[in-house]
T-cell receptor, first 113, second 113 residues
């Protein structure tokens, strides 16, 4: 079946530091890949997505590129802010699993001023 | 505005009691899902429904029940058979018309006291 593995947190960074959160996946077929963000006390929000190989999703300064050769979808941001502190979830959908969303375990990011 | 509404946001339950979490959407989406979130374990699928009057078990359905009598509504009942119900519960729906974009509710916190 499908699975998503992301780096364990928490990740603690200073403001303006470079962020990378690794995400790798296992799936049959051709899934779509997503990053969701959960701010404290809130539900999940879609951050960005990519639906085919080599696509780059981007939003709010975050980027992730769908790398089929390495089955990865790493999340990056060049300069993090305190307001980026949240839990980030990598997810995939599709392939042979249809509309089912499969999530990674989440990575907590803490940005210090 | 269209969206997914979950209620209540916070709920306390005594051991041995059943409780029902509400999920309503006015987005005209066919598919709806319930996920459970535990610290360090990411999101896990409880139940899903692809169409009215039909639903399927997800990965952790034991101790839960659902109904889908109306397109707009997908309530989740946490029964007394659920041994560890304290968690954050997220409802979601999918818009197939926009390439299967997933929309989440804001979540419900359930605590057993």
């Amino acid at each position: 079946g499908n699975s998503v593995t992301q780096m364990e947190g928490p990740v603690t960074l200073s403001e303006e530091a470079f962020l990378t959160i690794n995400c790798t996946y296992t799936a049959t077929g051709y899934p779509s890949l997503f990053w969701y963000v959960q701010y404290p006390g809130e539900g999940l929000q879609l951050l960005l997505k990519a639906t085919k190989a080599d696509d780059k999703g981007s939003n709010k300064g975050f980027e992730a590129t769908y790398r089929k050769e390495t089955t990865s979808f790493h999340l990056e941001k060049g300069s993090v802010q305190v307001s980026d502190s949240a839990v980030y979830f990598c997810a995939l959908k599709g392939g042979n699993a249809g509309n089912m969303l499969t999530f990674g375990g989440g990575t907590r990011l803490m940005v210090k001023p | 505005d269209g969206g997914i509404t979950q209620s209540p946001k916070y709920l306390f339950r005594k051991e041995g009691q059943n409780v029902t979490l509400s999920c309503e959407q006015n987005l005209n989406h066919d598919a709806m899902y319930w996920y459970r979130q535990d610290p360090g374990q990411g999101l896990r699928l409880i139940y899903y429904s692809q169409i009215v009057n039909d639903f399927q078990k997800g990965d952790i359905a034991e101790g839960y029940s659902v109904s889908r009598e109306k397109k707009e509504s997908f309530p989740l009942t946490v029964t007394s058979a659920q041994k560890n119900p304290t968690a954050f519960y997220l409802c979601a729906s999918i818009d197939r018309a926009s390439g299967n974009t997933i929309y989440f509710g804001e979540g419900s916190w359930l605590t057993v006291v």
